[in-house]
């Protein structure tokens, strides 16, 4: 079978986006809890990695084995930035193929304006993780949560984006 580490984006100390509506962390939990039913469904082996420090999480993501990896986020930026995105590592053929699947079935789900994929340089926020993990990984950032609408279209879409999700984790295991 096949396995999907999901990383939560941030930890209780250090959650992230917040904002007056919601917190970055709790949103990115609920959307990995989600998504590891969905895949439980699909006979997709989540595997659900809580962080300890930021520095040590390609070795956890590491040890899990998965063949994949989809960490969770949220955008945050000013009121009005809207829209969907996925970032992947530079220069992985396998990474840049996932995220345009899980680009695809993010913005099937949510309908908010299309960010692209970006690709992710070792320097680059982000760039470290996705290079040092040894399986394609991704980083979602399905909407923003400093944007209320967003927010509020992405809480109601929640068991479709999951849904989603793992069909794009299927579809990548298929193709």
Do not use: W
């Not at 099937?108 to 394609?136: C, E, F, N, Q, W």
């Amino acid at each position: 079978m096949k396995r999907v580490c999901i990383d939560i984006g941030h930890t209780p100390a250090k959650p992230g986006a917040v904002s007056e509506l919601a917190n970055e962390y709790r949103q990115n939990i609920k959307l990995a809890n989600d998504l590891a039913f969905c895949l439980h469904r699909l006979q997709i082996i989540p595997v659900v990695v809580y962080r300890e420090t930021y520095a040590g999480l390609p070795a956890l993501i590491n040890q899990t084995n998965a063949d994949i990896c989809i960490s969770v986020h949220a955008n945050a930026a000013t009121p009005d930035a809207t829209g969907t995105e996925t970032l992947y590592c530079a220069g992985s053929v396998r990474s840049k193929k996932l995220a345009d699947i899980m680009q695809s079935y993010m913005i099937a789900a949510l309908d908010l304006r299309d960010r692209g994929i970006k690709p992710l340089h070792l320097g680059d926020r982000g760039g470290s993780l996705v290079a040092k993990t040894i399986m394609p990984h991704v980083i979602i950032e399905p909407y923003f949560l400093s944007n209320a609408d967003d927010l509020r279209i992405a809480n109601a879409r929640m068991d479709l984006l999951a849904i989603n999700l793992s069909e794009a984790c299927d579809e990548y295991f298929n193709e």
